[in-house]
């Protein structure tokens, strides 16, 4: 069965831990939203008291070091949205108000599993409104160095083809080809975990990051071997967390793609920069209406009527 409407949380969930890279503890609140709302933070508990609602758009990308930051670093930003936006992406959720009391996303354990059982358990419902797609008319390029990021023309669906290649044995070269569907994203990507090297841990510490790092939220590699006990969920683990930050990053478009996703040797920093290179000429998209790209999202319970929503009078 197409899915073809928009789609909200069917109820409030809740979910608490602790930054990766800031170490701060964390709270956050998923609450259903209205059609055209788009996935919108807010970010409380600021020097002020105060609130500020900020949207899940490339447009709002303030760093790319290591995780996406959106918002203004200087007042009120939310780090490491990547994860959460891709299980959005991935279960179809269209739109949500993500209240946060802290600068950071808690980082769960490392992947964006623990996001889509919660998203499942309350459920996703349909709303009215049609859902649009940003259809990729002409290929869109960016490069650095050796790394690539491309977005071509597809007849239907997203596809995702990426492909890593690191100096260490451990990982080497692998490539993942992934069709974007619920299911499908549940079950091959949700459960890919960030990772990183333990030869660097002392530098990200000088420069403040990976404070809150360890063994339960993050792949730790060694010079010969993964240093987690239980290894790896998957054999081409990295590739896939890859492909799950590539899916959360690429949300910040604001519609679903229906194009294909190409990059070599990419990260947080080419998946922005392909978004601002095919925003920059209206040639390159169209925002078409009801192009049934996903299949129905697995929690997706349909209602007569939609329930009541929170809309934030934002644009």
């Not at 793609?257 to 920059?280: D, K, M, P, T």
Request: glycine letters at 8%.
């Amino acid at each position: 069965m197409s899915f073809d409407r928009q789609t909200t949380l069917r109820a409030a969930l809740t979910l608490t831990g602790i930054g990766v890279h800031s170490g701060a503890p964390a709270t956050i609140c998923l609450r259903p939203s209205s059609a055209n709302s788009g996935i919108v933070f807010l970010r409380k508990g600021l020097d002020d008291g105060a609130a500020q609602l900020i949207h899940a758009k490339h447009t709002k990308v303030s760093a790319t070091e290591l995780c996406t930051v959106i918002g203004d670093r200087a007042s009120a930003s939310v780090a490491t949205i990547e994860h959460l936006m891709s299980a959005c992406a991935g279960l179809g959720l269209d739109n949500a108000l993500v209240e946060i009391d802290g600068p950071e996303m808690p980082i769960m354990d490392g992947s964006a599993a623990e996001f889509v059982t919660a998203i499942e358990a309350t459920g996703i419902v349909g709303l009215a409104a049609p859902r649009r797609y940003l259809k990729i008319l002409q290929p869109v390029r960016v490069e650095n160095g050796r790394a690539f990021a491309e977005l071509v023309p597809a007849e239907a669906g997203f596809r995702l083809d990426v492909e890593i290649d690191f100096d260490t044995t451990v990982i080497g070269r692998q490539r993942k080809v992934f069709d974007l569907e619920p299911s499908a994203y549940a079950t091959e990507i949700s459960r890919a975990r960030t990772f990183g090297f333990m030869r660097d841990v002392e530098q990200l510490w000088k420069a403040g990051f990976a404070l809150g790092a360890s063994l339960d939220n993050t792949v730790a590699i060694g010079e010969d071997k993964v240093i987690n006990p239980e290894g790896l969920r998957y054999g081409d683990e990295f590739v896939r967390h890859k492909v799950l930050d590539a899916i959360g990053d690429l949300a910040l478009a604001g519609h679903p793609i229906q194009g294909e996703f190409r990059s070599y040797c990419g990260g947080h920093r080419l998946n922005v920069r392909i978004l601002e290179a095919l925003f920059a000429d209206r040639a390159n998209y169209a925002i078409v209406e009801s192009q049934p790209v996903y299949a129905a999202p697995r929690a997706v319970q349909m209602a007569a009527a939609a329930p009541a929503a929170f809309a934030p009078d934002v644009h």
